[in-house]
């Protein structure tokens, strides 16, 4: 059964740094397409970054271009998260597609399971 736990989480002032990490068992990582997710208070769910297991091609949001970096090894996930903005505060959940590939730009709906999330916050 896949599983996913995220870590990492916290609160930071406005141009930190934090790195999530996502630990995943139960699924066949070595082709797969994972991302991550967040979610603020009151607004929608959208798509942060995703990567091609084995592959390693990314795609990033917007938002998230040239600040935070996905990456994996092994059975992790990670984020790293810099020149953060109170604007990033959510939840940020580890996501996994049923597809084995990314599609171009990240979307949220090529993720079918995510974690519980790990909470970010930002503070001016």
């Known amino acids: 059964q896949l599983q996913l736990v995220e870590s990492g989480g916290g609160s930071v002032q406005a141009g930190g740094s934090l790195r999530l990490s996502c630990s995943v068992s139960g699924y066949t990582y070595s082709s797969a397409c994972m991302g991550w997710l967040r979610q603020a208070p009151g607004k929608q769910r959208e798509a942060v970054a995703s990567?091609?297991?084995?592959?390693?091609r990314t795609s990033y949001a917007d938002s998230a271009k040239g600040r935070f970096t996905i990456s994996q090894d092994n059975a992790n996930l990670y984020l790293q998260m810099n020149s953060l903005k109170p604007e990033d505060s959510a939840m940020y959940y580890c996501?996994?597609?049923?597809?084995?590939?990314?599609?171009?730009?990240?979307?949220?709906?090529?993720?079918?399971?995510w974690g519980r999330g790990t909470p970010v916050s930002v503070s001016s």
């Open positions: 990567i091609q297991i084995g592959v390693g």
């Open positions: 996501a996994a597609g049923p597809n084995t590939r990314c599609s171009d730009s990240v979307r949220v709906d090529e993720f079918s399971v």
